[in-house]
């Protein structure tokens, strides 16, 4: 099955600024890297969303203001999160569109989406439009039943939100705890309400988390939920501020972590859409969603020294895993019994 990938250089247009931690040039970053390793399978180009599939996910009033940029500041603009910048409506158009692009595919990867936290009527955590969002409003017009699993560090809190009553999308987030870091949701207890009780799962984690405690959170958790949910089509939302090296998170990943969190989504679904999300280390971000796209299209990349060098680094700091272990164990009890009436896990 051929994977999509989609880019544009346009992608670069979405600059919060010199200082912003989001920046664009780690999308350029990862495109050369798949092209320098040859395993780019079927390159598509980006292109912007239309207006119309914005209301998919956002109000008039809040496409408007950001279309003419008045009174952003009523809609979470002028922050050091979310600054007012240049072409602030035009340069979102592109991450939204190509998300949306990646609907017409039953195998795909948008590296300039997942932004997860943008609001319907509000800006939030770098996201000025939630592409996540349009992207599976438009997938419920050809399936039944969607799942939607992010593994970036920050909870995906806008895309819960405007799934939190439906039962035909399965929400998962792992993430570090929102008692440690951003946005501060993402607890156990919040399951849904209505129809859609019971179909949005949360996996906080503690600081130190390592690939041996993430993992076995992943397999006993995320993969027998999906099973029983059965989905027609994953949308994974992949951020790589998972990582050991990230500067805005304290998740303990390694590259090789990653990859094995991967290969365990590949065994969910056949069809797959895969977008980007956080990650803010340059040299972390690229080697990341390179083999993640490798993996979605059956080929691997070698990246032994790599792994070898990031497992002697982490060796040093084992010890701190000791309350991450105890963390992941409460998080485990707490959401089995939450779930129990509706997910075995």
Same mark, same amino acid.
């Given at each position: 099955?051929?994977?999509?990938?989609?880019?544009? =250089?346009n992608?670069?247009?979405y600059?919060? @600024?010199?200082?912003h931690?989001?920046? #664009?040039?780690?999308?350029?970053?990862?495109?050369?890297?798949?092209?320098?390793?040859?395993?780019?399978?079927f390159?598509?180009?980006? /292109?912007?969303?239309?207006? !119309?599939?914005?209301?998919?996910?956002?109000?008039?009033?809040?496409?408007?203001?950001?279309? %003419?940029?008045?009174?952003?500041?009523?809609? @979470?603009? *002028? %922050?050091?999160?979310?600054?007012?910048?240049k072409?602030?409506?035009?340069?979102?158009?592109?991450?939204?569109?190509?998300?949306?692009?990646?609907s017409?595919?039953?195998?795909?990867?948008?590296?300039?989406?997942?932004?997860?936290?943008?609001?319907?009527?509000?800006?939030?955590?770098?996201?000025?439009?939630?592409?996540?969002?349009?992207l $599976?409003?438009?997938?419920?017009? /050809?399936?039944r039943?969607?799942?939607?699993?992010?593994?970036?560090?920050? !909870?995906?809190?806008?895309?819960? =939100?405007?799934?939190?009553?439906?039962?035909?999308?399965?929400?998962?987030?792992i !993430?570090?705890?929102?008692?440690?870091?951003?946005?501060?949701?993402g607890?156990?207890?919040?399951?849904? $309400?209505?129809? *859609?009780?019971?179909?949005?799962?949360?996996?906080?984690?503690?600081?130190? %988390?390592?690939?041996?405690?993430?993992?076995?959170?992943?397999?006993?958790?995320?993969?027998? $939920?999906?099973?029983?949910?059965? #989905?027609?089509? +994953?949308?994974?939302?992949?951020? $790589?501020?998972?990582?050991?090296?990230?500067?805005?998170?304290?998740?303990?990943?390694?590259?090789?972590?990653?990859?094995?969190?991967?290969?365990?989504?590949?065994?969910?679904? /056949?069809?797959w859409?895969?977008?980007? @999300?956080?990650?803010?280390?340059?040299?972390?971000? #690229?080697?990341a969603?390179?083999?993640?796209?490798?993996?979605?299209?059956?080929?691997?990349?070698?990246?032994?020294? +790599?792994?070898e060098?990031?497992?002697?680094?982490?060796?040093?700091?084992?010890?701190?895993?000791?309350?991450?272990?105890?963390?992941?164990?409460?998080?485990?009890?707490?959401?089995?019994?939450?779930?129990? =009436?509706?997910?075995? +896990?």
């Amino acid at each position: 099955m051929k994977t999509a990938f989609l880019y544009t =250089e346009n992608f670069m247009k979405y600059d919060l @600024g010199e200082n912003h931690p989001l920046n #664009p040039v780690r999308l350029k970053k990862t495109y050369d890297m798949i092209k320098k390793y040859n395993i780019l399978d079927f390159y598509v180009e980006a /292109k912007p969303v239309s207006e !119309h599939d914005l209301y998919l996910a956002h109000s008039k009033e809040y496409i408007e203001a950001v279309k %003419t940029e008045k009174n952003l500041e009523m809609y @979470g603009f *002028g %922050t050091p999160d979310n600054p007012i910048f240049k072409n602030i409506f035009e340069s979102s158009l592109y991450y939204v569109g190509a998300s949306v692009q990646c609907s017409g595919y039953s195998r795909a990867f948008n590296i300039s989406g997942g932004l997860h936290h943008a609001k319907r009527n509000r800006a939030s955590g770098f996201c000025v439009f939630n592409d996540c969002v349009v992207l $599976i409003k438009k997938l419920l017009e /050809k399936y039944r039943r969607v799942a939607y699993i992010d593994i970036d560090t920050h !909870h995906g809190d806008g895309v819960q =939100e405007a799934f939190y009553t439906d039962p035909r999308i399965l929400f998962i987030s792992i !993430h570090e705890s929102g008692k440690f870091l951003f946005p501060g949701t993402g607890d156990t207890s919040e399951i849904g $309400i209505g129809d *859609g009780r019971g179909t949005t799962i949360n996996i906080p984690l503690a600081p130190f %988390t390592t690939d041996e405690i993430y993992l076995d959170m992943f397999r006993k958790i995320v993969l027998p $939920i999906t099973k029983d949910f059965d #989905p027609e089509i +994953i949308v994974t939302q992949l951020g $790589i501020d998972t990582h050991y090296l990230d500067p805005l998170s304290h998740l303990y990943l390694t590259l090789k972590g990653y990859g094995d969190v991967i290969r365990e989504m590949k065994k969910i679904s /056949k069809k797959w859409i895969a977008l980007g @999300g956080g990650g803010y280390n340059l040299e972390t971000v #690229p080697r990341a969603w390179a083999l993640a796209y490798s993996i979605m299209r059956d080929v691997d990349i070698d990246f032994t020294k +790599i792994y070898e060098e990031e497992s002697k680094e982490v060796k040093k700091y084992k010890d701190l895993g000791t309350n991450a272990k105890y963390f992941a164990d409460v998080t485990y009890k707490n959401l089995k019994g939450e779930i129990s =009436e509706y997910f075995s +896990i």
